[in-house]
């Protein structure tokens, strides 16, 4: 299992999540996200725009991932 933050997925919390794939942990970043949103969580909201002004610019939106799979990949196991 590794383990990344709400923050270092692109949200704006430490909350920590644990996984074994980065898709994994994407999802369940994904799915605390719209938790969050749904809450009206200020901070989240923000982050959640943004992630979607990145997604409206497929490359941008590739690289990011492509550069925090390899942060996932990088991490020690735990
Ligand atoms: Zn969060």
């Keep these: 299992m590794k ?3 709400c923050k270092q ?3 704006a ?3 920590e999540f644990h996984a074994d794939s980065f898709e ?7 799915k605390h996200g719209m938790e ?4 009206n ?3 989240h ?4 725009n943004e992630m979607q002004e990145l997604m409206q610019k497929p490359e941008a939106m590739k690289d990011w991932f492509e550069k925090k799979k390899k942060e996932f990949d990088a991490l020690p196991e735990n």
Excluded at 24 to 30: F, G, H, L, Q, V
Excluded at 36 to 39: D, L, P
Aim: net charge negative.
């Design 3 to 5: 383990t990344m933050n």
């Design 9 to 11: 997925l692109g949200g």
């Design 13 to 15: 919390c430490d909350k």
């Design 24 to 30: 994994e942990i994407a999802e369940m970043s994904k």
């Design 36 to 39: 969050m949103f749904q809450k």
């Design 41 to 43: 969580d200020e901070l």
């Design 45 to 48: 909201l923000k982050a959640m």
